[in-house]
């Protein structure tokens, strides 16, 4: 009917994006948490101080999807009761390098040689370069940029680690028979189509290795925090 859209218009209500509520984050994540761990039978209770701080900052572009789907991995990924830095950074690496490892494929110039600059630059900083880059740099450009030891060490985490992610997933992505990406062309899919629903998923098997030395790296250099906490 014509004037279907307003019989329903009868009450708009405006919800505003989670950047612009932060203050529901700590209520959103002890809730996904809860719902995750016992979905998962995963034996998780609460999340680290400094990790939920972290979380307060982020800007969360996918909103409140985006939050509970970084909260499941990181209760998935946890290896005790407590939600801790090494898990968010796992989380934040394996995601952020496999987006710009697929980018790396890519036949856009510009795109590639800017993901390509990032990967190489982070790939060859020592990792503790790159923490007190974050502790100590990121102030001096701009006071509301200051983190706390730990969340300074996550950040510089997801960094390094998702340049280590992006290379092997670009070697993962073009490892897949060209065939594959011509089917699913002829399928319709799109580029982003093509990756997400047939590439990718493939792809990811072939990242199990690297995401497993990835987890031993985070755990190895999350003591770095204490180190700049002195």
């Known amino acids: 009917q014509e004037d279907l859209f307003y ?6 209500i ?5 950047r612009e509520r932060r203050d529901d984050i700590p209520a959103l994540v002890e ?22 701080a972290a979380l307060q900052q982020y800007d969360w572009p996918g909103n409140v999807r985006e939050l509970e789907n970084t909260i499941e991995r990181a209760v998935v990924l946890s ?32 795109a590639r040689i800017l993901t390509r600059g990032y990967v190489e630059v982070f790939r060859g900083l020592p990792i503790l370069v790159t923490v007190f880059m974050v502790y100590f740099g990121l102030p001096a450009l701009n006071p509301e940029l200051e983190f706390g030891p730990l969340t300074a060490t996550a950040i510089a985490l997801i960094l390094w680690g998702s340049a280590q992610v992006a290379e092997a ?13 011509e089917a699913a062309a ?12 047939v590439i990718l998923p ?29």
Not at 83 to 101: D, F, H, K, W
Not at 205 to 230: A, D, E, F, H, Y
């Open 7 to 12: 019989r329903l218009n009868v009450i708009p």
């Open 14 to 18: 405006e919800l505003p994006p989670l």
């Open 31 to 52: 809730h996904f948490v809860r719902k995750h761990a016992q979905r998962t039978g995963r034996p998780v209770e609460r999340i680290e101080d400094g990790v939920l």
């Open 79 to 110: 290896s005790g009761p407590v939600i801790t830095a090494r898990a968010i950074s796992v989380v934040g690496a394996s995601a952020v390098g496999i987006v710009l490892g697929t980018l790396l494929t890519l036949d856009a110039a510009l």
């Open 169 to 181: 997933t670009r070697g993962a992505v073009q490892s897949i028979p060209r065939e594959q990406h």
């Open 186 to 197: 002829a399928l319709g899919f799109g580029w982003v189509g093509r990756h997400v629903n």
């Open 202 to 230: 493939q792809a990811l098997r072939r990242l199990i290795p690297p995401l497993v030395g990835l987890s031993v790296g985070v755990i190895q250099n999350s003591t770095l925090g204490s180190i700049i906490g002195v």
